[in-house]
């Protein structure tokens, strides 16, 4: 029996945190976790669907009529914001942002689920915190979770 049966090897390659999808009304981000989850493709789908309100990201060759610029070739990539209008009107109607300052943005965050076998991410709308931050940086202390939405802000404690 050797001492360390049982033990696997960390992978240093692989993604460290939670793939999180960000939404404002002006746009979407993808942060660095989701790029690595889908090892940074060129050319990604984006698909909603209603029913569950979720919002999955799978890779996919830049022949596909669907295709979406991702991550170009040249650049080594953090995060991905898209603001492509006919993208952010398909993922907004899973949203009711509430009305803010001008020097503020409303947003949600949902955590993704990994399919690493499908190069894929699906995020669900109903399990995602809403909130407001500064035009740069988040406001602290103040959330809104996903039931109240267009509702009073509640003080994080």
């Known amino acids: 029996m050797s001492v360390l049966q049982g033990f696997e090897p960390v992978n240093p390659a692989s993604a460290a945190g939670k793939a999180v999808l960000t939404v404002t009304p002006r746009y979407m981000r993808f942060n660095k976790n989701t790029v690595?989850?889908?090892?940074?493709?060129?050319?990604?789908?984006?698909?909603?669907?209603?029913?569950?309100?979720?919002?999955?990201?799978?890779?996919?060759?830049?022949?596909?009529?669907?295709?979406?610029?991702?991550?170009?070739?040249?650049?080594?990539?953090?995060?991905v914001t898209l603001n492509s209008p006919v993208v952010l009107n398909a993922v907004l109607r899973f949203f009711?942002?509430?009305?803010?300052?001008?020097?503020?943005?409303?947003?949600?965050?949902?955590?993704?689920?990994?399919?690493?076998?499908?190069k894929t991410v699906?995020?669900?709308?109903?399990?995602?915190?809403?909130g407001v931050m500064k035009k740069r940086g988040r406001k602290k202390g103040v959330d809104y979770s996903a039931s109240d939405q267009g509702s009073t802000p509640r003080h994080a404690a």
């Open 36 to 79: 690595q989850e889908l090892e940074a493709p060129n050319y990604v789908q984006i698909l909603t669907n209603p029913h569950t309100k979720q919002i999955a990201i799978r890779e996919c060759s830049e022949a596909d009529p669907n295709a979406i610029e991702f991550v170009k070739p040249s650049r080594k990539t953090a995060s």
């Open 96 to 118: 009711n942002f509430p009305p803010v300052a001008d020097d503020e943005v409303a947003f949600a965050q949902l955590k993704g689920m990994p399919f690493p076998d499908d």
């Open 122 to 130: 699906i995020f669900d709308v109903r399990d995602c915190r809403q």
